[in-house]
């Protein structure tokens, strides 16, 4: 009995993974996945850039600001790589002049497409009906404003914590599991946001949840071996630590846009649209 219960279970689960697999590529999911990885590597460039230069005109790039970019925002990349890409984004954040109105709005504009690809891709796999364009647009620029904030608030929440760290003295095994915690539950609840408001329909709260955690724990184990990746290929040849951190850049970037993509499909089998919907 228990021997036909387990097969049943696999069978089960097969047959729902195939399902979803077909699903996937019914909706053009690999395709949506290569032009979402690509908005992302355009798009979040000039999104980083915009939030330090805001730094730099308002604070003259506040050192904690700098830190938690350098230590958090940028920790996956090597400490030479780092470093050049940090110093050329200070540069120009400190000289505004020098970029124009235009090439700011050309920034923007850059930035609002990349949070547009993401609502097209994430609408197509929750079956969900796209917004009108002014609309559409106006809830692209809510986003962008509100990644900002969220940059910000990061940061001031890593500034934060490294003043009680050092005034109380917690255990580094403790920082950086505390660290990583906190940080893939924002990121789900980042998605959760995402997923409803994409959706534009009622979801089932906890199966959302759930699908929302999951995927932000997957995405942290993804980052953590990536991570170690660049570390190891660093440590064995310099070189190959260069080229490492450009390649699984890039990779992040393609799994991410995955990631969101079957997550969100995953929602909508949890909360499948109504006939009349």
């Known amino acids: 009995m228990r021997k036909g219960r387990k097969r049943t279970f696999f069978a089960r689960l097969g047959r729902g993974l195939g399902d979803l697999l077909a699903k996937y590529n019914r909706r053009n999911g690999p395709l949506l996945a290569k032009g979402l990885g690509f908005s992302f ?6 999104l980083l850039f915009l939030s330090v230069s805001l730094a730099g005109y308002l604070y003259r790039v506040a050192p904690g600001l700098q830190r938690f970019i350098t230590e958090e925002f940028l920790a996956f990349i090597p400490t030479q790589a780092r470093s050049v890409l940090l110093s050329h984004i200070t ?27 993401i609502e097209r891709a994430l609408a197509t796999m929750l079956s969900a009906p796209r917004r009108k364009f002014h609309f559409g647009r106006l809830i692209s620029l809510a986003l962008m404003v509100g990644a900002v904030l969220c940059f910000f608030g990061a940061a ?17 095994a403790l920082v950086y599991w505390g660290g990583k915690v906190l940080s893939g539950l924002m990121f789900a609840f980042i998605l959760l946001g995402l997923y409803y408001l994409f959706a534009r329909r009622r979801l089932r709260f906890w199966p959302t949840l759930g699908i929302a ?14 991570s170690g990746l660049i570390r190891y290929a660093g440590r064995r040849v310099i070189v190959f630590g260069a080229l490492a951190w ?20 995953l929602v909508s089998r949890a909360s499948p649209p109504e006939e009349g919907e």
């Not at 001031?156 to 580094?172: E, G, V």
């Open 41 to 46: 590597l355009f798009g979040l460039i000039p």
């Open 91 to 117: 540069t120009a954040s400190g000289n505004w002049g020098a970029i124009g109105i235009l090439g700011i709005l050309i920034l923007l504009g850059i930035s609002v497409a990349l949070f547009d690809s």
């Open 156 to 172: 001031a929440l890593s500034t934060t914590a490294t003043y009680f760290r050092n005034a109380i003295s917690f255990s580094p």
């Open 213 to 226: 955690i999951g995927a932000s724990l997957a995405w942290q184990i993804i980052v953590s071996l990536g």
């Open 246 to 265: 450009v390649t699984v850049f890039l990779i992040y970037l393609r799994v991410l846009a995955e990631l969101l993509l079957f997550s969100s499909l």
